[in-house]
């Protein structure tokens, strides 16, 4: 486990209220999951890649229509860091497709955090147009 992780870093209230939203659309959903950069920051890549990547693919199965990890090399010019070490994009068909795969598997794919990173990462949840 990653040092210094305090399990309050996400906000599972937060996540648990957007997928009892309703919404009338169904276009396709994407969860965007950011992990700030910082100088203390504690991001394990290989098992992020290798074993969250596949929990998520186990849990979620078909639910999930694409997804992509993007590792941050720099920020706008190449003497910057990085503003996120890691970006992932996961897309679903719907909302509703997202809302009952990963709800029901919400508390495991959260508690699976700590196994590679101390930092609370930023969520989005898009309408893909």
Avoid: R
């Amino acid at each position: 486990m990653i040092d210094s992780f305090k399990p309050s870093v996400v906000s599972a209230e937060g996540l648990l209220i957007i997928l009892k939203t309703k919404i009338k659309k169904e276009n396709m959903i994407k969860l965007t999951v950011m992990y700030p950069n910082s100088a203390d920051v504690k991001f394990d890549k290989d098992y992020y890649t290798n074993q969250h990547s596949q929990l998520l693919k186990d849990l979620l199965g078909d639910a999930i229509m694409s997804s992509d990890i993007n590792m941050g090399i720099s920020g706008a010019s190449p003497d910057q860091p990085a503003p996120y070490v890691v970006i992932a994009n996961l897309v679903f068909k719907s909302m509703e497709s997202f809302q009952q795969s990963f709800g029901a598997n919400a508390e495991k794919i959260l508690a699976d955090l700590q196994n590679f990173t101390n930092v609370k990462p930023d969520v989005q949840i898009s309408e893909v147009i």
